[in-house]
């Protein structure tokens, strides 16, 4: 079994023992009740500002990484990215391989006003659910862990929410069938999930794929400002950078010289 796989694998579970606790009704209810407050932030205008944009991402560890930084406060890490401008985050809530949980999603709304996706592996409604009432303004939906059917599905139900939806692909194949699905926001994500392999060139290279008028964000393996400079040449909007500002002594410092702002 890929790494993928056993991350859906585990995520079904996880879901299903959840749902004893909360059922989606109630989940759903409580979603309503969030989504009703108007205060939601558009991860979409955030990325489709004027030049390239940074989602600055906290993640505690990853299965390619180990333990990346358990101990610094969320908080600070959260308040450190906006103040380096940082045009939206992303929060991991996968808890068995990277250490987050939904708790942490809500936590950083309450410290920042930037727009927030919620970065996890969502293969059920249930979690759409979760990720609103939570604090979520985006969600993450990623081809390769999805049929078509249940993709076209969550998607749909993410529109109906008004959560916007970062549909994650690694190759050509996985492209077109987030074009066929209309997303508006298309992730090239340079880490093969089966392998946990990564190759920059892979944005550059689906970029010229994606029509103009999609928004396009570039993710993983990406720590300098000359990538990121080269990323906005070839017509990328936005990068998701999480391991390299969360391994960095200084997260402010390493975030501001990726956005530009007073480094």
């Given at each position: 079994?890929?790494?993928?796989?056993?991350?859906?694998?585990?995520?079904?579970?996880?879901?299903?023992?959840?749902?004893?606790?909360v059922?989606?009704?109630?989940?759903?209810?409580?979603?309503?009740?969030?989504?009703?407050?108007?205060?939601?932030?558009?991860?979409?205008?955030?990325?489709?500002?004027?030049?390239?944009?940074?989602?600055?991402?906290?993640k505690?560890?990853?299965?390619?990484?180990?333990?990346?930084?358990?101990?610094?406060?969320?908080?600070?890490?959260?308040?450190?990215?906006?103040?380096?401008?940082?045009?939206?985050?992303?929060?991991?809530?996968?808890?068995t391989?990277?250490g987050?949980?939904?708790?942490?999603?809500?936590?950083?709304?309450?410290?920042?006003?930037?727009?927030?996706?919620?970065?996890?592996?969502?293969?059920?409604?249930?979690?759409?659910?979760?990720?609103?009432?939570?604090?979520?303004?985006?969600?993450?939906?990623?081809?390769?862990?999805?049929?078509?059917?249940?993709?076209?599905?969550?998607?749909?139900?993410?529109?109906k929410?008004?959560?916007?939806?970062?549909?994650?692909?690694?190759?050509?194949?996985?492209?077109?069938?987030?074009?066929e699905?209309?997303?508006?926001?298309?992730?090239?994500?340079?880490?093969?999930?089966?392998?946990?392999?990564?190759?920059?060139?892979?944005?550059?290279?689906?970029?010229?794929?994606?029509?103009?008028?999609?928004?396009?964000?570039?993710?993983?393996?990406?720590?300098?400002?000359?990538?990121l400079?080269?990323?906005?040449?070839?017509?990328?909007?936005?990068?998701?950078?999480?391991?390299?500002?969360?391994?960095?002594?200084?997260?402010?410092?390493?975030?501001?010289?990726?956005?530009?702002?007073?480094?």
């Amino acid at each position: 079994m890929n790494v993928l796989a056993e991350i859906v694998a585990s995520t079904r579970e996880r879901v299903a023992a959840q749902r004893e606790v909360v059922p989606e009704a109630e989940l759903a209810r409580a979603a309503a009740r969030r989504a009703s407050h108007g205060d939601r932030r558009s991860f979409a205008d955030a990325l489709a500002a004027p030049g390239l944009s940074v989602i600055a991402e906290h993640k505690r560890s990853s299965p390619s990484a180990g333990t990346i930084r358990a101990q610094t406060p969320l908080e600070d890490v959260v308040t450190a990215y906006e103040r380096a401008g940082a045009a939206a985050l992303s929060v991991l809530t996968e808890e068995t391989r990277f250490g987050g949980r939904l708790e942490d999603l809500a936590a950083a709304r309450d410290c920042t006003r930037l727009p927030i996706l919620c970065k996890d592996f969502i293969v059920e409604d249930y979690q759409l659910h979760e990720s609103l009432a939570a604090g979520a303004d985006a969600i993450l939906l990623i081809v390769a862990a999805l049929d078509p059917d249940l993709l076209s599905e969550l998607h749909q139900l993410a529109v109906k929410l008004e959560l916007d939806a970062l549909v994650e692909v690694h190759d050509a194949r996985e492209l077109a069938v987030a074009l066929e699905l209309g997303a508006s926001i298309i992730g090239v994500n340079n880490r093969d999930l089966a392998t946990l392999q990564v190759d920059t060139a892979r944005a550059f290279e689906l970029r010229r794929q994606i029509p103009d008028g999609t928004l396009v964000v570039a993710e993983s393996g990406l720590s300098h400002r000359a990538e990121l400079e080269q990323l906005a040449t070839a017509g990328v909007d936005a990068v998701l950078v999480g391991e390299a500002l969360m391994r960095a002594p200084d997260i402010e410092a390493a975030c501001r010289e990726l956005t530009g702002v007073g480094a």
